[in-house]
Nanobody
Framework: QVQLVESGGGLVQAGASLRLSCAAS????????VGWFRQAPGKEREFVAT???????TYLSSVKGRFTVSRDNAKNTVYLQMNNLKAEDTAVYYC?????????????????WGQGTQVTVSS
């Protein structure tokens, strides 16, 4: 059973940067694909980024070039570096993990979820 804890959210102005962390425990982290999702008020949870064990990643088109996902398997941690933040990035950000090696973008594709961290971007 993998437990995930996100951190690093906060209130920033448009154009600023934040780095989110997702710390995992309870499993061999390198065996898991990890995804980042976000959910804004009144909207469905949406895919943001995913990274597999070979550090291959894919992104939501609207964040490509601004967000970077990375992982440090030795620290059991995945990061989401978010640059040039926009008001529309405001949401609760969740990390998710699932055993396996293939990247996946669907909410239903992940078995383990963190509690989320709030990111608020003021314009």
């Amino acid at each position: 059973q993998v437990q995930l804890v996100e951190s690093g959210g906060g209130l920033v102005q448009a154009g600023a940067s934040l780095r989110l962390s997702c710390a995992a425990s309870g499993g061999t982290f390198s065996n898991y694909v990890v995804g980042w999702f976000r959910q804004a008020p009144g909207k469905e949870r949406e895919f943001v980024a995913t990274i597999n064990w070979r550090d291959i990643s894919t992104y939501l088109s609207s964040v490509k070039g601004r967000f970077t996902v990375s992982r440090d398997n030795a620290k059991n941690t995945v990061y989401l570096q978010m640059n040039n933040l926009k008001a529309e990035d405001t949401a609760v950000y969740y990390c998710a993990a699932d055993r396996g090696y293939a990247m996946r973008t669907g909410v239903d594709s992940y078995d383990y979820w963190g509690q989320g961290t709030q990111v608020t971007v003021s314009s």
